[in-house]
């Protein structure tokens, strides 16, 4: 079976055996794909001044990127296994895909719990101020301007765009959640002596916006 790049904007395609890799970059991953560029950059120059274990600090730096949960895991095997003869996860396949109510709210809820602690969601924010308050500041501007914003990607990329009933039924407590979310950890933020923790209450209380946004 021919390769044939179906995606739009800078496609991508490795086909070996069985097995084909298809990446393509639309509007909304372009921004992300800007975003990581730019500030993985600052955060380099930002850890400029490490000199103990310096190799070891960087690569653990990037390594962060491909940090994942089991609850994940277990979505995408579940998307990638049903419905089809071919096992695979074509995203020009699952937008169209149709589940079963049941298996659609389990799927969506799967990926929600994996989001929630990537954003994070109230009550699973609380790794975030430790890590903050602990970190050197390149990793602070790595967590706070990345992978956040992975986590809402998520939630855009899958959740909204294919689980639309499920997410249809969660969107009023999507709305709650975000609302309640921004309010605490804006007020909490500025009780807090310690800068950086700080800005991670901020960038709590900042996700609970794109919590509400994914609604509308």
């Known amino acids: 079976m021919p390769c044939q790049p179906k995606l739009p904007l800078v496609p991508l395609e490795l086909c070996v055996l069985d097995f ?15 975003l990581t560029g730019f500030i993985t950059t600052l955060a380099t120059l930002a850890a400029w001044p490490v000199t103990r274990n310096s190799r070891l600090f ?29 096992p695979g996860l074509d995203l020009e396949r699952l937008i169209n895909q149709l589940y079963p109510a049941t298996l659609e709210i389990l799927l969506y809820f ?59 039924l969660f969107s009023p ?16 933020s500025l009780g807090q002596r310690n800068f950086k923790k700080r800005i991670a209450y901020a960038s709590v209380s900042h996700m609970g916006f794109i919590i509400v946004d994914t609604v509308f």
């Open 110 to 168: 799967d990926f929600l719990i994996a989001y929630a602690v990537k954003l994070p969601i109230i009550p699973l924010h609380t790794w975030l101020l430790d890590t903050h308050g602990e970190a050197y500041y390149s990793t602070c501007m790595l967590l706070a301007g990345i992978l956040l914003k992975m986590g809402a990607y998520g939630l855009i990329r899958i959740n909204m765009e294919l689980l639309p009933h499920a997410h249809y």
């Open 173 to 188: 407590r999507l709305v709650i959640i975000g609302a309640v979310q921004i309010i605490y950890a804006a007020s909490t």
């Open 20 to 34: 084909h890799w298809r990446l393509g970059i639309d509007g909304l991953s372009l921004g992300s794909i800007l």
């Open 58 to 86: 960087y690569f653990l730096m990037l390594a962060m990127y491909s940090g994942g949960s089991i609850f994940f895991l277990i979505g995408v095997l579940g998307m990638g296994l049903y419905g089809s003869n071919e």
